[in-house]
């Protein structure tokens, strides 16, 4: 049985890139990565219909480390697609050795995005995996250099596509054919690619935080607050946000809460000197229900010990200025 493994973002090209394989019944399998970026929802959403196997594998240690200095930069945002693609088929070889499959693909199309699908970042991605020879993209493989799969005639290379450029359209008219009504939108799925999100990112890379995975999960959550190179604070803006914070939360950080009105919890991701945590808590304060001027007692939680200290409200117009 010959076997493809695919990368699978759950987007149209990927769902394509599966059924174009598939009409050659070839036995196809396919791979959704994890990080603080991006999940597998869509994936898992969309693999329903094409009745394909999907394993999850989390990139999380080796994406970070890639992400601090990607060989290729970044595009518009922090996005470091060239990098992350050929990581993602490193891992993605990796697994097919693993399980003696016989090829990789992606539903990636040659022009479809200028910087991080023009020729040569197609062919950087499949170099850099380390499987260049066993990469198909279906969408465009007639387009591209011939592969291994396609000289062995494991794969008919007549039978897949050429497809070339932004227009949505071929992919469109090739859903209709194989009865694919239902698919994402194109946009959105990754965190790199959004700018708010990719100030956070720069402010914590450029920071003297610790830059561990929870760091990172962290920057979804909350508003942020930057004291100082080295202190962050972090405000709950709902219950759920609350609950997600103090989830992340780690022994060493300090946690602030009032008790006695609804307000938010502040984490300080690190220890810090009694001036940042009355800081912290006047901030905790301004984001209550308290009146203007009250002095609140506010509960304070490091090293398994809690103590109350008081504060008023800090005022909002000049937490601006510490914003990320
Ligand atoms: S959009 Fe995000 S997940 Fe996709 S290749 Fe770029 S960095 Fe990676």
Redesign the pocket.
Known sequence: MVTGIGLF?GGLDSILAVRILQEQNLHIEVISFVTP??GPETAEKSVKQLKVPLHLIDITGTHLEMLKNPRHGY?NNM???ID??AL?FRHAGLFMEKTGADFLFSGEVLGERPM?QNMNSLKIVARESGFEDFIIRPLSARLLPVTEPEKQGIVAREKLLDIRGRSRKPQIELARRFGITCYPNPAG??L??DSSFSNRLRDLLNSKDKKSKRDFELLSVGRHLRISDAVKIIVGRNEKENEKILSLSEEEDIIITIEEIPGPVVLIPCSAEDEVVKFAASICVQYSDAQADELVPVSVFHDNRMVKIHASEYPRQLLNQYAV
């Open positions: 973002s970026f991006f595009g996005n470091p697609c992350c693609h993602m991080s799925g990754c790199l690619t």
